[in-house]
């Protein structure tokens, strides 16, 4: 019997890692790591981290919530904003900016 040494894992597995490693959370929020990368495992994240960025240029979107208050009223507004919004938003006089209305969410 002999002792050999164990089988490295491939080049693509272990760069699979290293991302998830290196970028995290910042670039790859919406990938979560599996165990045993396949080459298409890798090739997905490789091609999120060309679209979506790298920790610098990337963000999750943030929630904001604000409670505006004026002659006895209060009102609670709350937003999502993220670096996916595909337009910019408009200025209106009675909201100040509102989003473009391809933007806006469909009614139920």
Request: proline share 11%; charged share 25%.
């Amino acid at each position: 019997m002999t002792i050999s040494e164990p089988t490295p894992a491939p080049e693509y597995a272990t760069l699979y890692r290293r991302a998830f490693e290196e970028f995290g959370m910042a670039a790859l929020w919406r990938s979560k790591p599996v165990p045993g990368p396949t080459p298409a495992d890798a090739l997905a994240i490789t091609y999120s981290l060309r679209v979506e960025g790298n920790a610098m240029a990337s963000t999750r979107p943030a929630d904001y919530t604000v409670l505006a208050q004026r002659g006895g009223e209060t009102t609670k507004l709350e937003w999502v904003d993220s670096d996916f919004r595909f337009f910019p938003t408009i200025r209106d006089e009675t909201f100040g900016y509102v989003l473009y209305p391809v933007d806006l969410p469909p009614t139920r």
